[in-house]
């Protein structure tokens, strides 16, 4: 039987929770809350969290320019 190879967090469309932590630089306890927070791009898909990259790429630039001066 093959099996999947692994892509690294670069390569992925979508990132679990573990992921989204790494590449975002923060703990998994706040990757955790992360998906809480309301507007945030999680999806639920059975009993885990997805987040699309480019989702959470535009997340992260409309939060950014929602904070500047």
Do not use: C
């Amino acid at each position: 039987m093959k099996t999947a190879k692994a892509l690294n967090p670069s390569e992925k469309l979508v990132y679990n929770i573990g992921e989204l932590a790494e590449v975002l630089g923060i703990g998994l306890p706040a990757a955790r809350n992360m998906i809480h927070i309301q507007g945030f791009p999680a999806l639920k898909v059975g009993g885990r969290y997805l987040i699309p990259k480019q989702a959470l790429q535009r997340w992260l630039d409309n939060r950014a320019g929602s904070n500047q001066d």
